[in-house]
């Protein structure tokens, strides 16, 4: 059983398109939520991330949306690059449990040029 | 950034031998972490430990895993023996605190083959 799913498996946008990564997970328990990003051949690499409180979190080129009732997230990224193309993994966790995280089955990205 | 260092980035072994996965955490932090992924599917907790001890395991984290840190060397994850099973992808993680919100860095992993 799933706790954490993502969508699509994979994602090919042009440069300069926004990409749109979906998250959905099911304890209700989770409330801090990282997406990590994972170039070929590299460990992941914290990406940005949102807690609970929030429904929206932007670092740049990178926004989180959060809809708690519907227990969904979303990774948009603006004026996608080819450097952004990498697999992403959304993650959940609930706060005090040792980061223990759980993780999704991630989105492979292609952008491009 | 700040870099956690996986010795060896890839093994194969035959079944029942013992393997050690050696993990070289950023210099300042305290928690360390081993996440499991086979391929294909996502990255799935381990263990985590603290002051020479397991905080949390999961139900993946069989009798044949050991943990230890011996005299703040290496972060060691020991399968003895292995499983056919076993073969994944290993990645080791630090983070200075244990709060969410305190980064976890991930190494590039260990591939781990067992035939």
């Known amino acids: 059983q799933q706790q954490v799913r993502q969508s699509p498996q994979s994602l090919t946008v042009w440069e300069g398109e926004t990409a749109i990564l979906n998250c959905s997970y099911e304890d209700s328990t989770f409330n801090y939520f990282p997406w990590y990003q994972q170039f070929p051949g590299e460990g992941p690499a914290l990406l940005i991330s949102?807690?609970?409180?929030?429904d929206k979190k932007e670092d740049g080129r990178f926004t989180i949306f959060f809809n708690k009732r519907e227990k969904k997230l979303s990774l948009h990224i603006t004026d996608s690059q080819p450097g952004d193309s990498a697999t992403y993994f959304c993650?959940?966790?609930?706060?005090?449990?040792?980061?223990?995280?759980?993780f999704g089955a991630g989105t492979r990205l292609a952008v491009c040029p | 950034g700040p870099k956690v260092l996986q010795i060896p980035s890839h093994q194969i072994i035959d079944m029942g031998q013992m393997v050690t996965l050696n993990c070289d955490p950023v210099s300042n932090h305290l928690y360390f972490y081993w996440y499991k992924q086979i391929l294909g599917q996502q990255m799935e907790f381990l263990v985590n430990f603290y002051n020479g001890k397991v905080m949390e395991k999961s139900k993946l984290f069989k009798d044949q895993f050991s943990v230890e840190r011996p005299d703040g060397s290496y972060f060691t994850l020991k399968i003895q023996p292995t499983a056919l099973e076993d073969s994944a992808v290993y990645f080791c993680?630090?983070?200075?605190?244990?709060?969410?919100?305190?980064?976890?860095?991930f190494g590039e992993g260990s591939r781990l083959i067992v035939v």
């Open positions: 993680a630090s983070s200075l605190r244990q709060n969410s919100g305190n980064t976890l860095y």
């Open positions: 993650a959940a966790m609930l706060s005090g449990s040792f980061n223990k995280l759980t």
């Open positions: 949102i807690r609970s409180v929030s």
